[in-house]
């Protein structure tokens, strides 16, 4: 999809830098292709030339009023007073923010104003592998986030996703909007009967998220309250996967270590499913509980076309290895690191052999 954005600011030095960044910070999902103008004059010649704009971006200072712009509905605000969020009837954004957050806002703000054409979704989904804890406390989260940094080092573009009710990405990653705004995001997109294409959703998807500037990976951040998790149906988990898929290679989903319905749903989309262990005794017990259960709903269904794999985490003094069966793939061992806090523990895993049957 290419947008088609226009600059208009008498700071030709800063409109200059700001669409370096925008056509640097493109992808093959979202295109920006910018057009600028130091004074409304030039603007004018262009719009006489019969070119159109998908938005434009105007300084309060040289677009005074509408009445010059054919379509009002393309033009946004530039201000310079973060707590103004409209001018003249119109969307307003601040200028003085860091760039990333402005793309956000352009993304956003394309994706209202573009409709059923701007289905942008690639032609093949990425990869999905979603990451269940034999129990509590096993190192689920921290297993799944250095998944998602070692395939952010190998060049893809990657999503950690987490529907956890008590996740806190934000922790480790520079994260964008809460899962509690997401989810308001696709019922707003759902409420319109979704007769609009997954392009204008995507869109919105992709002007929410945030792309950590150390790893790479992008996310969203936890939900605002643990109890906007439990609105959630399990059919609009896997879809918002499968829609997320379309705009990353790899999405690496976290969930919660029980079976239920969401789970049931994440096995129809997902390419691995990979439960965690500490090797405990307890742990050992739930994970054996929980493969023979996914390997009977899938006998049931015939559904689950993806793969089931076996990861011990080996920060525990005690951890003890069980005998998979047949259908489990045995991934290896996520390696002990001491004397470390999570966000650097994630960080070192981009090295972790574990990772490497899941590359493929």
């Not at 999503?159 to 705004?181: C, K, W």
Request: hydrophobic share 40%.
């Amino acid at each position: 999809m290419i947008v088609r954005l226009g600059l208009l600011d008498r700071d030709e030095k800063y409109i200059k830098l700001l669409s370096a960044y925008f056509n640097e910070h493109s992808d093959s999902s979202f295109q920006i292709e910018s057009y600028l103008f130091f004074d409304i004059e030039n603007y004018r010649k262009f719009q006489k030339n019969g070119k159109k704009l998908d938005l434009l971006l105007a300084s309060t200072e040289l677009l005074v009023d509408t009445e010059s712009v054919e379509d009002t509905g393309s033009v946004v605000y530039l201000t310079e007073d973060s707590s103004i969020k409209t001018w003249n009837d119109r969307p307003a954004v601040c200028k003085y923010q860091r760039a990333d957050k402005l793309l956000m806002s352009v993304r956003g703000l394309a994706a209202g104003r573009l409709g059923e054409g701007s289905n942008f979704s690639l032609g093949t989904k990425g990869g999905i592998i979603a990451f269940m804890g034999a129990a509590g406390g096993v190192g689920t989260t921290t297993s799944a986030m250095g998944c998602a940094c070692r395939m952010a080092m190998l060049g893809k573009s990657v999503l950690y996703f987490s529907v956890q009710q008590n996740a806190r990405p934000e922790s480790v990653f520079q994260s964008g909007a809460s899962m509690s705004d997401v989810y308001y995001a696709y019922r707003e997109w759902k409420s319109m009967g979704s007769n609009e294409g997954f392009g204008k959703l995507q869109l919105k998807l992709k002007s929410m998220v945030n792309e950590d500037s150390e790893s790479g990976v992008a996310s969203f951040k936890g939900f605002d309250l643990p109890l906007d998790a439990l609105d959630i149906k399990a059919s609009e988990i896997s879809e918002l996967v499968e829609v997320l898929s379309g705009l990353y290679d790899v999405v690496v989903v976290d969930i919660e270590s029980r079976i239920d319905d969401m789970t049931i749903e994440l096995l129809k989309c997902v390419d691995w499913m990979v439960m965690i262990s500490d090797g405990s005794e307890k742990a050992n017990y739930n994970l054996q509980r929980l493969s023979v259960s996914i390997n009977e709903l899938n006998n049931q269904t015939g559904r689950f076309s993806g793969q089931i794999g076996y990861l011990y985490n080996k920060f525990g003094s005690s951890s003890q290895r069980i005998t998979p069966e047949s259908y489990i793939t045995d991934l290896g061992d996520i390696p002990r690191i001491i004397n470390s806090g999570m966000n650097e523990i994630v960080r070192n895993l981009k090295n972790s052999e574990a990772y490497v049957l899941l590359e493929k």
